[in-house]
């Protein structure tokens, strides 16, 4: 009877050992700005190549004004975006318009690029209305910040594609705490029964808050968590934007095809504070980490090959600086003008009709606000 359990879980061991081999990183750019996977290289024109970095360059700068905004007292909740910019931009880049984006909170850099104007993104970090007041033809969603409820949300949405016959896909994000949640799981179930069009992206930054990634779970890689939802998932260096534009790109192909949903996990990491709410990242965190990650750093090697490619200089990541600078002036300056909000407000958008009681309250607040 014992030896015929322990050859058993013997067996499963080896078993998980054979799955976990598969999930190895897929690095295109080395930290050199090396091509090292010839094969795996997307098809993207010089054009689209200096796009995505202009995009990163800005969103750095967008990141560092954030910052320093929110430390004058003149935006709210931010989450730091240094280091993840690859992980964040390049998977949008890999997006058509029509696809929509279900981000968590960290993720406003991927709703500007995919329309959202900048304005409404410092609005919506002040918890003004106006800030989730999402244009019409922009493809997102305000950021979610219950961990996880995101993965949930999208599978609804892809499913809702595909069952209006659009060739379009739902993208989310969470990070590798968010992996740890119900709702992660339940997500990913749900799209892959019903072969969603979703693409579901860990954003696997090494820590939740404080609590390091091995604190997750026992899992070698979070990608691993497909084989249970019976769908692809994938780990790739979550700091070479051409790995991380490759995967999403083909994740999307399939999603079109019918072929369901794809988990991504992008192996990054966050510079910055978890947020501007005041964690100390040298409690949990050791200066050797830091330089090991930012070593890595994606705008660093994506200059060194386009650099190498002969399609990037000082001139062009310069005249990106400034642009960056100058929109988010005005941009700040357009937020500033926003009118100020009102509990009437508040109250006028919850419903379509209001119900008695707070017809009642809302004429309170509307007597009090004309005065
Ligand atoms: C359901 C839920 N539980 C807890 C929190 C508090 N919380 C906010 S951020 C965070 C850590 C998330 O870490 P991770 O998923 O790795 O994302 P990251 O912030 O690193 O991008 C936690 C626990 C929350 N917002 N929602
Ligand atoms: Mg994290």
């Known amino acids: ?20 081999e598969q999930f190895q990183t897929i690095q ?35 990141d560092q004004r954030s910052i320093s905004l929110n430390r004058q007292g003149r935006l709210g909740f931010y989450a730091p975006t240094a280091g993840q910019e690859a992980s964040q931009l390049a998977s949008q880049f890999a997006l058509e318009k029509e696809d929509f984006i279900l981000p968590g909170y960290r993720d406003v850099p991927q709703m500007i690029w995919h329309g959202l104007p900048l304005s409404q993104a410092f609005l919506w970090s002040r918890g003004h209305l106006k800030g989730g007041d999402i244009p019409e033809g922009v493809n ?7 961990i996880g409820a995101q993965y949930v949300q999208a599978a609804g949405v892809a499913l809702g594609m595909k069952k209006r016959g659009q060739k379009s896909v739902a993208i989310t994000y969470t990070g590798d705490g968010g992996t740890s949640q119900g709702d992660f799981s339940e997500g990913i179930n749900f799209a892959g029964a019903y072969k969603a069009p979703a693409i579901f992206v860990i954003q696997n930054n090494q820590f939740a808050i404080s609590t390091p990634r091995e604190k997750q779970t026992a899992a070698k890689t979070l990608a691993q968590k497909a084989v249970a939802a019976g769908i692809p998932g994938v780990v790739v260096d979550g700091m070479d934007p051409l790995a991380v534009y490759a995967a999403v790109r083909e994740a999307r192909e399939r999603a079109v095809n019918g ?28 200066s050797d980490l830091d330089n090991e990650w930012e070593k890595k750093d994606p705008l660093v090697r994506f200059r060194k090959f386009l650099e190498k490619k002969g399609i990037w200089n000082e001139e062009m990541e310069n005249e990106t600086i400034e642009r960056a600078k100058e929109d988010i002036k005005v941009a700040i300056k357009e937020a500033d003008s926003a009118p100020k909000q009102k509990v009437t407000d508040l109250i006028s958008i919850m419903y379509e009709e209001l119900p008695q009681n707070l017809v009642e309250q809302n004429e309170i607040y509307k007597e009090k606000e004309s005065k």
């Open 1 to 20: 009877m014992a030896s015929k359990t322990n050859k058993a879980s013997l067996d499963a061991m080896k078993q998980l050992e054979k799955v976990e």
């Open 28 to 62: 295109i750019l080395n930290e050199e700005g090396e091509v090292v996977n010839e094969a795996a290289m997307p098809e993207l024109s010089d054009e689209q190549l200096q796009e995505l970095m202009k995009r990163m360059v800005y969103t750095r700068i967008l």
């Open 140 to 146: 997102v969603i305000s950021p979610q910040i219950i």
């Open 259 to 286: 072929e369901g949903p794809t988990l991504i996990e992008t192996m990054t990491y966050r510079y910055g504070p978890h947020t501007m709410a005041g964690d100390d990242p040298t409690r949990y965190r050791t």
